[in-house]
């Protein structure tokens, strides 16, 4: 009844229980284990090669589905996010969410897994954008649409009750007058709409997506007057570690920016393991505490996504019994929101330079997640999202 009523369009005829009816749809079924006695090479080998018959299978039932439902104008969210998910599953690609506060350190995080400086951290939450890191040679940029950057536009000039209608039409305004009232951030957002917009619109006439090399990587993620533009910054490196990984250096909690929000939920619900960072001098802080629990509330903090929490500048700590102390604090703190997480103190900086016991447990558990935990982890989250 279901695939008759979405094939047919007539589903807003129907009342429909969505999970009995895709678990039909998909062929979901309660399954029971047992243990097998039989630890032969010939008999693990056989559950592997049925592990990924039925994995296959199983993506396969649920593409048919999405295809079916594809036209149905609901839960475009879930969607999209089951479809990346499956695409991830045939690439064999896992994706890590790179969490904190901003300027909790999360890019220096990420060089220092690098093994070298790639990222080059804004100083501006206004115009940051999310970069992505992943195995390749083809860097490019992602430009924001018109309507995204109009939206930006009107979120930084809406406490002096104005809108814009067209970022025209903002152009033409008077700036001077509406610069006074702005915060630096946000004037040094302005001020790169109102010098380059020109450039950008030329841009736009050949697609969103342009090719950039390495030395280009700081002007257009990091120099405001570019980085304005950006919605995301997609880092291809052919570095071996990041063989089966794509990387996402998400933008900062709390930057009031509604944009940000929505990636920064986004990156979260298609993350398959997520890294929280939070800086050493103050570790967990209640901002940390608010989206923790902000992650729990949209039900991503559970069996189907990994977590690790990393405090990163553990070379600031004066002695060993400082560093136990501030870990034993943020093992207390993730104990109160009801959080059991493996906790990792490092230094990015001590990596960077020469190398770090921290970060070399980090990258193996990471290593160790992509290698073995990460199957039945991506398979829980698609069935988890249906």
């Known amino acids: 009844e279901l695939r008759q009523s979405l094939t047919t369009k007539n589903y807003r005829h129907y009342y429909i229980h969505l999970d009995e009816s895709l678990d039909k749809l998909i062929g979901r079924q309660e399954t029971t284990y047992q243990v097998a006695t039989d630890n032969t090479q010939d ?13 296959t299978n199983m993506s396969i039932d649920i593409q048919k589905a999405l295809d079916i439902i594809s036209d149905v104008p609901l839960f475009k969210r879930t969607k999209q996010d089951i479809h990346e998910t499956l695409t991830r599953i045939d690439n064999k690609l896992i994706k890590i969410g790179v969490f904190g506060t901003f300027s909790a350190g999360k890019s220096s995080l990420i060089n220092a897994l690098l093994g070298e400086h790639i990222l ?8 940051a954008a999310t970069t992505e ?7 490019y940029i992602t430009l924001k649409s018109q309507s ?5 536009i009107n979120a930084v000039v809406e406490y002096q009750d104005i809108s814009f209608s067209t970022i025209e039409e903002f152009i033409n305004w008077d700036l001077e007058k509406l610069k006074s009232h702005l915060n630096k951030n946000q004037l040094a957002f302005i001020q790169a709409v109102e010098k380059h917009y020109k450039l950008y619109v030329n841009m736009l006439e050949n697609g969103e997506k342009h090719a950039i090399n390495q030395q280009e990587l700081k002007k257009w993620s990091a120099e405001d007057e570019y980085a304005t533009f950006v919605k995301t910054v997609h880092i291809a490196l052919m570095h071996d570690w990041l063989k089966g990984k794509i990387i996402v250096d998400s933008l900062g909690l709390h930057s009031n920016n509604q944009r940000h929000t929505n990636e920064t939920e986004q990156i979260l619900t298609s993350s398959d393991l997520i890294l929280y960072v939070s800086y050493f001098n103050h570790s967990f802080t209640d901002n940390d505490k608010a989206f923790i629990e902000h992650m729990k509330d949209m039900n991503q903090l559970n069996e189907n996504q990994a977590f690790k929490m990393v405090i990163n500048a553990a070379d600031l700590a004066e002695s060993q019994d400082d560093l136990e102390a501030v870990e034993t604090y943020v ?13 990792f103190a490092v230094s990015s900086r001590n990596a960077l330079q020469a190398e770090d016991k921290g970060i070399d447990q980090l990258k193996q558990s990471i290593q160790q997640f992509v290698d073995v935990e990460s199957k039945s982890i991506l398979e829980q989250q698609m069935i988890h999202q249906l």
Do not use: W
């Open 43 to 55: 008999n693990r080998d056989n559950q592997q090669l049925n592990q990924n018959t039925a994995t």
């Open 120 to 127: 080059v951290s804004s100083p501006n939450p206004t115009t």
């Open 133 to 139: 890191i992943s195995y390749g040679d083809e860097s």
């Open 148 to 152: 995204q950057l109009l939206d930006e």
């Open 331 to 343: 093992s207390d703190a993730l104990r109160q929101v009801h959080l059991q997480s493996d906790i």
